[in-house]
């Protein structure tokens, strides 16, 4: 069973099940993996919620044996992956972390996810359990948005984090500059007419990112095809991607698994794509919450490890525990 929210819309929704449409799909990271809640989607009055949908009884123990980098340990591996990107002259790799609370009895999910849908109204807000994944996230990042009858398609650049009352550096402002040229690479391929907007500030919770948003049209049937090219984006993988990808690989000390992936959810009117990004997976003793960052030449180790902990509360600061 899943409940979500789309982005500034407070109905609550589910996939009905009686149904065999595939209304909402989650793709892993590195594409491999998917979950996939068929039926169609209708409006779930917050009184008929499952409240035994996500207690601590029904989750999976934690058999992973993963334990947390320390703050040391995030800083040294992140000094090697700044002299790779300076050795390479990259733009950009995003080196993530997993965070593990353990601190906890029991977690009440249900009001959880309330707490995330008020904090995070613009954001796609989603819990799920499908007996072998329980998951619970908020990111407002659109891969894609596809309007069925006039075929517009809609995407946007976002990267560069920083608390919101601070002022843009220059570092922030590199790191979402390759984002931005490297969507406009991939629609030129499909198509002669892009609409980009200018480059503003998009806030979500205590933290803000820079924002540049693209429209066009396109074919329906070349919908499949660009998100496959956009995936994953410079914003939660780097450029060029092949080599980034495989430096993801050697120096991140777990798998993304679901972090990092896309979700795709298909309505009557349109088609929409959300990077799963500000989420974690939820075990009956622990809860992983997974976090990155675009890493540049620039970068400082110990802010970056300041940001990580700032886009960790997205979900640790909406837990109700006891």
Same mark, same amino acid.
């Given at each position: 069973?899943?409940?979500?929210?789309?982005?500034?819309?407070?109905?609550?929704?589910?996939?009905?099940?009686?149904?065999?449409?595939?209304?909402?799909?989650?793709?892993?990271?590195?594409?491999?993996?998917?979950?996939?809640?068929?039926?169609?989607?209708?409006?779930?009055?917050?009184? !008929?919620?499952?409240?035994?949908?996500?207690?601590?009884?029904?989750?999976?123990?934690?058999?992973?044996?993963?334990?947390?980098?320390?703050?040391?340990?995030?800083?040294?591996?992140?000094?090697?992956?700044?002299?790779?990107?300076?050795?390479?002259?990259? &733009?950009?790799?995003?080196?993530?972390?997993?965070?593990?609370?353990?601190?906890?009895?029991?977690?009440?999910?249900?009001?959880?996810?309330?707490?995330?849908?008020?904090?995070?109204?613009?954001?796609?807000?989603?819990?799920?359990?499908?007996?072998?994944?329980?998951?619970?996230?908020?990111?407002?990042?659109?891969?894609?948005?596809?309007?069925?009858?006039?075929?517009?398609?809609?995407?946007?650049?976002?990267?560069?984090?920083?608390?919101?009352?601070?002022?843009?550096?220059?570092?922030?402002?590199?790191?979402?500059? &390759?984002?931005?040229?490297?969507?406009?690479?991939?629609?030129?391929?499909?198509?002669?007419?892009?609409?980009?907007?200018?480059?503003?500030?998009?806030?979500?919770?205590?933290?803000?990112?820079?924002?540049?948003? @693209?429209?066009?049209?396109?074919?329906? !049937?070349?919908?499949?095809?660009?998100?496959?090219?956009?995936? &994953?984006? &410079?914003?939660?993988?780097?450029?060029?991607?092949?080599?980034?990808?495989?430096?993801?690989?050697?120096?991140?000390? @777990?798998?993304?698994? @679901?972090?990092?992936?896309?979700?795709?959810?298909?309505?009557?009117?349109?088609?929409?794509? @959300?990077?799963?990004?500000?989420?974690?997976?939820?075990?009956?003793?622990?809860?992983?919450?997974?976090?990155?960052?675009?890493?540049?030449?620039?970068?400082?180790?110990?802010?970056?490890?300041?940001?990580?902990?700032?886009?960790?509360?997205?979900?640790?600061?909406?837990?109700?525990?006891?």
């Amino acid at each position: 069973m899943i409940y979500f929210k789309l982005p500034f819309d407070e109905r609550l929704l589910s996939a009905d099940e009686k149904s065999t449409k595939n209304a909402v799909n989650f793709f892993s990271y590195n594409g491999l993996d998917q979950i996939s809640f068929s039926g169609d989607i209708s409006e779930i009055p917050p009184n !008929e919620v499952d409240q035994k949908l996500i207690t601590n009884e029904v989750l999976n123990d934690d058999t992973t044996n993963y334990y947390a980098e320390t703050k040391e340990e995030y800083c040294h591996t992140l000094q090697q992956v700044i002299k790779v990107i300076k050795e390479n002259n990259l &733009p950009k790799l995003v080196y993530s972390r997993r965070k593990i609370f353990t601190n906890f009895h029991t977690v009440n999910y249900t009001e959880s996810f309330k707490n995330l849908c008020k904090s995070y109204p613009n954001a796609f807000r989603y819990l799920f359990n499908d007996g072998k994944n329980a998951w619970m996230g908020a990111f407002s990042e659109v891969l894609g948005k596809f309007n069925k009858t006039t075929y517009e398609f809609e995407t946007m650049a976002l990267a560069g984090t920083l608390p919101v009352s601070e002022e843009w550096s220059e570092k922030e402002i590199e790191e979402q500059k &390759p984002v931005t040229n490297y969507i406009q690479n991939i629609l030129a391929n499909y198509s002669d007419n892009i609409d980009q907007s200018e480059t503003y500030d998009h806030i979500s919770g205590n933290i803000k990112h820079l924002r540049t948003d @693209f429209k066009t049209s396109i074919q329906p !049937e070349d919908l499949d095809k660009i998100i496959q090219d956009l995936h &994953p984006t &410079p914003a939660v993988c780097g450029i060029p991607k092949d080599f980034c990808n495989e430096n993801i690989r050697k120096y991140e000390k @777990f798998p993304r698994e @679901f972090y990092a992936g896309y979700i795709k959810v298909e309505t009557d009117e349109s088609i929409l794509y @959300f990077v799963n990004l500000r989420c974690a997976r939820l075990y009956k003793d622990s809860i992983h919450v997974f976090v990155g960052g675009g890493i540049t030449a620039q970068s400082d180790p110990e802010k970056e490890w300041r940001e990580t902990e700032l886009k960790s509360e997205a979900i640790l600061k909406n837990l109700i525990v006891s």
